[in-house]
């Protein structure tokens, strides 16, 4: 960065994680999400992209978060990179030669038939077909024989696409989807093409849209509306005779010249390949062999771990395919026959078959690369994926988050002496991946619950799945802004990816409180058993459903910004739906007799308890993602509307019972919560009634923790597991305190901040001294937590609109809130009643009549 986030005038160095295949930099496609300071940018900014050299670079940008005055606060900027560093400044500032670029893009065409030209192959695009790609052609020459196809059975041999939709395009890159429908299964694709390149990366993302069956609130496999797949495959043939068929099972050499030739990724090949985790709905496990086997004319191989790639080529055609993380999405296939090549996402080599459970959805990502002389490296570079990254001075300064410093700034190493257990190759979490095989399409990505094993005896692993609890995606997304390292930004999108797919609920059928929710971890200390990743097995004996107390959509958030993946915006938006759904009496099955509020928002806990908790808390700052990410007011008003529900100035808190800790420990989510409203309202400048009502409320409550909150393990016996969980949940206190020290003056600003300081001191030190720090509970709370505290070290006396105790108003008492079901339960029972009433007095007049004749 070698300008002040201040001036209009920037230049921000990013730099690729990984930077070279086989010793040299590939020319690439590449992308990065940038934030910006308020007011820096124009509406529409143009942005330039150069070498170090000075070359200037093909380039678009794209807005996806624009500030409260409408500038732009995240930009994607995209380009064709030829070096592993590239300069982003505003247009005014590029300087430098210019040397020989790529040209870019350009389309023609509406949502019926398309063409794109990226300057060296243009694309034919076609909506109401079998596959929207149609024709590639690289300098004039046709590449592929047929369309494209994709087939899944047993359902069809072919699925029709409908019409055409552009999603981005500029010079740099052009997006476009297309779906169809077979059945019961969706299907969509989106297809990217690249300035100055024959690279074609298709997304495809299928969708089992139907309810899933829970009865009793159990979510096993096998349940009602599941979709069973014997295969799905896409296939391309090249034109032309063919004279070469090159395949490569891994990153090093040729594997054979075979012209038939086929690989097969049974399982991960690891150590626990065959565990547990992958019990189908028979409750067995049906994975053949470890590893991976090709079968050629020339033989068989044997392997573990395969990233394979496959070439054909005639005289003047060719066409090479890859797909993104392949082994680890297992069972996986890839083959070549007489010139057509076969990418089985779901193949049919796995003789179990595939089940896509109701609302669950699967993406893949391939990537084709066409011309005769294509080159092998570029394609391997885009299937690896490369980690764009600014300075963290830069994010820091743009406010990338609020109280967002650098890592090199924050003054406590014992911090990432935790902290960084997460990558340790021992502890970290790659490595609990392969403690009971978190792999497999269903599973890669996801985050071992290690932390549940704390009490589990017997011969196999017990197999436990987190699901972004405590919201890992962002732990890992703010450890990337403060550090760059590609380390941190692979496990956000590992687990950002994993949470789009399978942890959300992809269904309009189901009740308005599940559709579109996100499930939550394996119940404590119990197998995920045929359940996977939907919380309730029947194996654990109770059941139950989806829930807000369970929502975190702030790190998809933060993807979104980072990447421009639009389905993690949609997830956002969709959870920030689902809790207006989930409490909306209108939509649920009580709606003939009340049509209230249900109170699935509110609750914490029990159905009683509607004060502040992890309920309310997480709701509210699933609505507050969802606001931000929509700029739709209802996520606002429908925050606002919980606040004033759960929470007031005038609580009597020795009611409550703050003081009882296993049942009202969650009231500091709601706090946090709290002070994330309070910042939008002030970045909106909307310092109203609902301003100064949320913000006593936490001052009153913050007030109440300064004298009485100490560290949980000071008091184990109040506690039924005094484990290392607790010791991390003290640098959320920490967090609560710093943050409510913006809106207080001193004395009582400095006293937030001592205590502020003392649990983060509390949780850093206790969880040190505890061996299962590394567990994966406390290391999820501790990236989440405690990284603002170097901001309010180094700013103590910054402030946000307050109150003075004249400026107080006279709370009332908040009215007690009743859950719907509960209030028709009491309008029936009334109704029992008046009937036995009716019933009795019909009986007394009836008898009276009688004996008056």
């Known amino acids: 960065m070698s300008n002040s986030a201040s001036s209009a005038a920037f230049n921000i160095a990013v730099n690729a994680g990984k930077s070279e295949v086989d010793g040299k930099f590939c020319p690439q496609p590449a992308a990065v999400g940038l934030p910006f300071p308020r007011a820096m940018l124009e509406a529409d900014p143009k942005l330039s992209v150069m070498t170090a050299s ?42 430098g030669e210019s040397g020989t670029q790529a040209t870019g893009c350009s389309w023609t065409g509406d949502h019926r038939a398309m063409k794109i030209d990226t300057g060296l192959a243009v694309f034919e695009l076609a909506g109401d077909t079998e596959f929207p790609c ?78 899933s069956g829970h009865p009793r609130g159990t979510w096993d496999l096998g349940n009602k509306g599941s979709i069973y797949l014997s295969d799905v495959s896409f296939y391309c043939a090249v034109s032309g005779k063919l004279s070469l068929t090159e395949a490569f099972a891994q990153r090093s050499a040729a594997l054979s010249n075979a012209t038939d030739w086929r690989l097969f990724q049974a399982s991960s090949g690891g150590a626990n390949w065959d565990s547990p985790a992958h019990m189908e709905r028979d409750s067995r496990t049906h994975l053949p062999f470890s ?107 743009a406010q990338a988050l609020p109280h967002l410093t650098p890592r090199c700034e924050h003054a406590d190493p014992s911090y990432f002496a935790i902290v960084d257990k997460a990558l340790d190759p021992v502890t970290g979490f790659e490595a609990k991946r392969e403690l009971v095989d978190e792999y497999g399409w269903r599973h890669f990505g996801e985050q071992y619950a290690d932390h549940e094993t704390k009490y589990h005896k017997g011969p196999q692993a017990l197999v436990s799945h987190y699901n972004n609890q405590y919201d890992s995606i962002f732990g890992f997304g703010v450890n990337f802004l403060r550090s760059a390292d590609a380390r941190w930004f692979e496990l956000f999108d590992d687990l950002a990816r994993h949470v789009s797919d399978i942890d959300l609920y992809h269904t309009e059928r189901d009740r308005a409180a599940f559709n579109h929710g996100m499930f ?42 980072l990447t421009g993946q639009e389905r993690s915006r949609d997830a956002v938006i969709g959870l920030g739906e689902f809790v207006i759904n989930s409490d909306d009496g209108a939509k649920s099955m009580f709606r003939w007799v009340d049509r209230g509020f249900t109170g699935n928002a509110s609750r914490s806990g029990s159905e009683s308890y509607h004060g502040p908790g992890r309920g309310p808390g997480n709701a509210i700052e699933t609505l507050l993602s969802a606001f931000v990410a929509s700029a739709d007011r209802r996520f606002l008003d429908k925050a606002e509307a919980l606040i004033a529900r759960c929470i007031s100035a005038a609580d009597d808190l020795v009611e409550i019972d703050l003081g009882n800790v296993e049942e009202r420990w969650y009231y500091t989510v709601m706090l946090k919560s709290l002070t994330r409203y309070l910042e939008i309202k002030h970045e909106i400048s909307q310092y109203d009634e609902r301003y100064v009502y949320a913000r006593d409320a936490l001052i009153h409550y913050v007030t109440w923790m300064a004298e009485n909150e100490y560290p949980y393990l000071d008091k184990p016996e109040k506690l039924e597991f005094p484990t290392e969980t607790w010791a991390a949940q ?31 001191r509390t949780s850093v030190d206790t969880l040190l001294a505890m061996p299962t720090h590394t567990w994966t509970r406390p290391l999820a709370l501790i990236m989440a937590y405690g990284w603002i505290a170097p901001w309010f070290l180094s700013n103590p006396r910054e402030s946000l609109p307050s109150a003075s105790d004249a400026d107080v108003p006279n709370y009332a008492p908040r009215p007690a809130f009743v859950m719907q079901k509960n209030r028709v339960k009491r309008l029936i029972k009334r109704g029992a009643m008046l009937g036995a009433v009716v019933v009795a007095i019909g009986s007394a007049t009836l008898a009276w009549s009688l004996l008056a004749s």
């Open 54 to 95: 000075g070359e200037a670079c093909v380039a678009q940008t794209t807005v996806t978060q624009c500030w409260p005055d409408g500038s732009p606060r995240w930009v994607l900027v995209e380009w064709a990179a030829t070096q592993a560093q590239a300069f982003v400044s505003s247009a005014a500032e590029t300087s």
């Open 134 to 211: 149609q024709q590639v052609q690289v300098r004039g020459v046709a590449q592929i024989a047929k369309p494209m196809a994709l087939s899944a059975a047993p359902l069809s041999s072919s699925l029709k696409f409908s019409s055409l939709e552009i999603l981005r395009a500029g010079a740099a890159c052009v997006r476009v989807s297309s779906q169809a429908t077979l059945a019961e299964l969706e299907v969509r694709v989106v297809m990217s093409f690249f300035a100055g390149s024959a690279l074609m990366r298709i997304e495809l993302e299928l969708t089992n849209p139907c309810a």
């Open 291 to 397: 590893g991976y086997q090709v079968s050629a004319s020339d033989g068989e191989v044997n392997g573990a771990c395969a990233n394979p790639d496959v070439c054909v080529r005639s005289d003047t055609a060719g066409v090479r395919l890859a797909m993104r993380d392949f082994w680890q999405n297992f069972p996986k296939a890839i083959a070549s026959t007489d010139g057509s090549l076969r990418l089985g996402v779901f193949p049919s080599e796995y003789t179990f078959g595939h089940e896509l459970q109701g609302g669950e959805r699967k993406s893949h990502e391939l990537w084709l690369s066409f011309g005769v002389d294509s080159a092998r490296e570029e394609l391997v570079c885009c299937v690896d994926g490369n980690t764009w990254a600014a300075e963290p001075q830069w994010y820091a300064a």
């Open 520 to 561: 939550w971890h394996t119940g404590h200390y119990h197998s995920a058993a045929r359940a996977t990743h939907r919380t309730y097995p029947s194996e654990q004996g109770v059941g139950g459903g989806l829930s807000p107390e369970h929502v975190y959509a702030t790190g998809l958030l933060l993807h979104y910004w």
């Open 730 to 760: 003290e640098m959320r206190k920490s967090d609560v305190f710093n943050l409510a020290s913006q809106f207080v003056a001193d004395p009582m600003r400095e006293e937030f901040q001592q205590r502020a300081q003392f649990f983060f």
